[in-house]
């Protein structure tokens, strides 16, 4: 595998991008950031990661991935919540060789993350099944079994108590709803322990920018699976692009 790969996190507000040495997970140089476009379309996106590849002046073998907020099956965006409705069935290998001039990898934001986490990070040499969840405005998931990615699980919308669980769960909700630490934690754990009886996993870990405030509310959680902090933060998703993107298709 190559040492060296480029990772491009597609965001709401902004699409950001990195060269990664893929020997250590850490970014080579600066991560460089563009204001998402509004409206948010396929092209227009896909013109600000021609500029972003530009910026870094990325060699043309050096490989590309690009993280999305939507599920990506084999290369379509089957429905899209962050960006411009015209995304719905795009096939985004295509749309980013066509304003690249480059092949590049898409994968899903939550499962970039993941990867970063299972090569780099917290869930780094942890056998069997390792759940990454990203709690943010919704809940992001990644399913990881004994290294292996299992795409596009969207576990933030799994239905508990009659409501999809991210509009009651999410790091978000605790912000809208101005909830306490406390109070928050018992949401969390209906939906961790709902999580933890359908998958049984072998470690739970947790990221999003909340995860930096871990102490506040881990502690508070009575489960069985053991549960840990994420460690790449916020340069998840690019780390685990790139590193998908140079391990493609063997990943």
Not at 23 to 41: D, L, S
Not at 135 to 150: E, F, H, N, Y
Not at 184 to 212: I, N, T
Request: charged residues 20%; proline residues 6%.
């Amino acid at each position: 595998m190559t040492t060296v790969g480029c990772g491009i996190d597609i965001g709401g507000s902004g699409v950001k991008a990195a060269l990664v040495d893929l020997e250590t997970g850490e970014f080579i140089g600066e991560r460089i950031r563009i204001e998402t476009p509004k409206p948010a379309t396929p092209d227009a996106v896909a013109d600000v990661c021609r500029q972003l590849l530009e910026g870094l002046e990325v060699a043309s073998d050096i490989p590309v991935g690009i993280t999305f907020p939507a599920p990506v099956i084999h290369g379509v965006i089957p429905f899209m919540a962050n960006l411009d409705d015209s995304w719905v069935g795009v096939n985004v290998i295509d749309l980013m060789e066509k304003h690249l001039g480059r092949k590049v990898v898409p994968l899903n934001d939550a499962d970039a993350a993941g990867l970063a986490e299972v090569v780099y990070g917290a869930a780094k040499d942890v056998p069997g099944l390792v759940i990454v969840t990203t709690l943010g405005t919704g809940i992001g998931s990644a399913l990881i079994m004994d290294g292996k990615l299992v795409p596009n699980s969207e576990l933030g919308h799994l239905e508990i108590d009659g409501h999809d669980a991210e509009t009651r769960a999410s790091s978000g909700q605790k912000t809208l709803q101005d909830l306490s630490w406390k109070k928050w934690a018992k949401r969390l754990q209906k939906y961790y322990s709902h999580v933890e009886m359908l998958f049984s996993p072998d470690l739970f870990v947790v990221g999003g920018g909340v995860s930096k405030n871990h102490a506040k509310f881990m502690p508070l959680l009575d489960l069985k699976t053991k549960m840990v902090p994420a460690e790449l933060r916020n340069t998840a998703g690019i780390v685990g692009a790139a590193w998908y993107a140079a391990s493609w298709p063997c990943e």
